[in-house]
Structures are given as C-alpha cells and as structure tokens.
C-alpha cells in the first residue's frame, strides 16, 4: 500500500512511464544525467517531497521518500540515487536551518542538492572528513578532495563536511554554493554502474561556503543522527526497487521465450523456476527488512541503530544475488543491453562499496550485538 498521496503516486507513475522508463537505457549507455526525469520530478513537487511545509514543501518522511527512491530505482538506478542524495541533502538543511531561500527553491522544485562528504583519505568512514575549513579574515575557505559526489557539476548546492573550524569534534558541516569559485568537477563519470548520477571528484580550493550549517565541531552528530539513517534507508530503498525491476524483467523473459522444437517456455523448466523463486525470497526477505526498519525509526525502537546498520549490508548483499540469479535465467538475452538486466547487474554492484561499505557494516554489526561502542 503506498504511502504517498494519491495525487504525488499518480504524478510519480506518469513521470516514470513517460519519462524515467523510456530514457533509462541512452541514461545508462550515454553516462547522461537524467535531467528531464529532474525537471518533471521537481514541477511535480517531488523534489521538494522532504522540504517543510513552511517553505512550501510537502513536508513528507523518510517512508515516503523511501517510496519514491524505490519505484524510480525499478527502472533507472541512476535516477534513484540522484533523487536519494537530494533527500538526504534536503533533510540535513530542514534538521539545521539552512538559508530559508534555498530551502523554499528545493520545496519549489527549482534547486537539486547532494552531499559531498566522500575523501580519498578517509576511504568509507564518510563521518572523519580531513578536508580543511580556515578562517581567512573575515571570511571561511574550505580546501578538499572529495572523492566521488553524486550530482557532481549537476547539483546547485553541496551540503559539505570539514574538520571543524576552531572547535573540538570530528567535523562541521556546510552549505557550498555548486558555482563558487575555487570548486572544481574532476572529468565526467564514466564508470561501471549508475552511470547517470554524474558520480565524480570535486577539489576545492579556498572555496568560501554559503553559510555553516549547525554548530563547529557537530557536524558528527547530524551525520550519525540523521544522515546516515537517511542515506542507509534511501540506499537500501534504491537496491529493493533495483531487485524488483530486474526480477520482473527476468520473469517476463522466461515466460515469453520459447523452445519451439519442445513447445515449452524456459518457465516450464523447474531449474529455472527454484532460480526465480530463491531471487524472489530474497527480496521479499529484504523489502520486510526495510519496512522494519522503517517501523523501528517511527516507534523510536531500542533496536533501530541495529536495523539501520544491517539493512544497507542486506540490501546491498542481496541486489548482488538477485542480479546475479536474473543474468543466470536470462542466458545470453540478458547481456543485451534493451533487455535492462545486464544494467541491473552492474548497477547493483555500487551499493556495496558506497559508504559505509558491506564490510564496514558487518564490523558495526558485530560491534552493536556484542555490546562493544561503534566508535
């Protein structure tokens, strides 16, 4: 049962039939970043799902933007995680009060977001930024090498981390204006999977932020407290929606190829239906998991921390299955790239090394159950 309003679902549903769907495969095969499917998400009020109704947003939760990440991601991945870095931008600025301007343009639809929090320096542990923040008159400039930020030169803004200013703690956070000088987008993503999510490098240097936002120092505490059961949910929520696309594109290849000598479907071959039926488990299995997840935030459960950690190692963990066992039923069509399978699988393969990694996670994992503090 959906979560969004009726009028938010059926806007969602036309953008994706009409836009999102049908420009998947030149997204993935150009590297093209998903502009229109952007433009019509945000006249719709999509983008502004999070943003407060003051600022005349929706003002909608985390399981509704759960909603949208997932049902974007059943057709194009890369669509999905730019939508999901948006939310999760959008949230920091709404939890700290960022510029009411650029808060009323995200409600509008008008401006994008992302976080730029990745550094080659401190690999996966987003949360310990080496970049540096100094006080240059009357002014800040953040100098940095960020290692892979989504939306990169697509974005209007960053929501960026440093090493606190002047205080104690582990970082600060700020709001960087994507035009302002000294910033600077590595080369166009061209890699293995999402490949339209505009994934690249960004230097900055004496690079003055639009504004700081939240305390010096605090910056840890927003990303434990809200981005990272943000972005875990979002992520997760992306790779459901990418396992339930790719099933349902495996299923209808089964079901209409044919042996003709035989007079039978590949369907009729009871290998290929325990395949099927185990990618089905599976993400059955990891949908339960995120709605539970989703249930433990909303009750404020003594296990939500637990949940969170371990719903974006199983839904990582489990897109690879699922993948895997759709390119296996699917034989030779499936690496045809207008079948979407072969998309699906190398898509599929992000979510296990973005931030927090799979092994990363499965270390908290196993901190959290033996009673041992994660930091």
């Not at 059926?10 to 229109?36: K, M, W």
Request: glycine residues 8%; charged residues 20%.
């Amino acid at each position: 049962m959906s979560v969004l309003s009726a009028e938010l679902s059926s806007a969602l549903d036309q953008i994706i039939q009409t836009i999102i769907s049908p420009q998947a495969l030149e997204t993935d095969r150009e590297g093209r970043f998903p502009r229109a499917a952007m433009q019509a998400l945000g006249e719709a009020g999509l983008l502004g799902l999070v943003s407060a109704t003051s600022v005349g947003g929706v003002g909608a939760g985390l399981a509704q933007a759960s909603e949208v990440v997932r049902l974007i991601a059943r057709h194009c991945s890369s669509s999905a995680m730019v939508v999901c870095m948006h939310y999760c931008a959008a949230t920091v600025l709404e939890n700290l009060g960022g510029p009411q301007a650029v808060r009323e343009a995200i409600a509008q639809g008008k401006h994008l977001s992302t976080l730029a929090f990745s550094e080659a320096e401190s690999r996966s542990h987003f949360w310990a930024p080496v970049s540096m923040a100094r006080a240059d008159g009357g002014q800040v400039r953040l100098d940095a090498r960020k290692s892979w930020v989504t939306s990169a030169a697509e974005a209007d803004s960053y929501v960026w981390s440093s090493k606190p200013l002047s205080t104690e703690g582990a970082s600060t956070l700020w709001l960087v204006d994507a035009k302002a000088e000294g910033l600077q987008v590595a080369c166009a993503f061209d890699g293995l999977g999402l490949r339209g999510n505009a994934s690249s490098p960004i230097t900055a240097v004496g690079v003055v932020p639009e504004c700081q936002l939240g305390e010096d120092g605090k910056g840890f505490d927003t990303m434990m407290s809200v981005v990272l059961p943000w972005f875990v949910t979002l992520n997760a929520s992306c790779s459901v929606g990418l396992m339930d696309g790719a099933l349902e594109r495996a299923i209808g290849h089964v079901s209409q190829t044919r042996h003709q000598h035989l007079g039978s479907s590949l369907a009729d071959l009871p290998t290929i239906r325990a395949y099927l039926a185990r990618a089905r488990i599976r993400t059955d299995l990891t949908q339960a998991l995120l709605a539970d997840t989703l249930a433990a935030m909303a009750a404020g459960r003594d296990d939500t921390m637990l949940r969170v950690l371990e719903l974006k190692a199983a839904a990582a963990e489990g897109a690879l299955e699922v993948t895997d066992l759709a390119m296996r039923v699917c034989g030779g069509a499936a690496f045809r790239k207008e079948a979407g399978i072969e998309r699906s699988f190398r898509d599929a393969r992000a979510a296990n090394v973005m931030a927090p990694t799979s092994d990363v996670l499965y270390d908290f994992i196993g901190k959290a159950i033996c009673g041992l503090p994660l930091f």
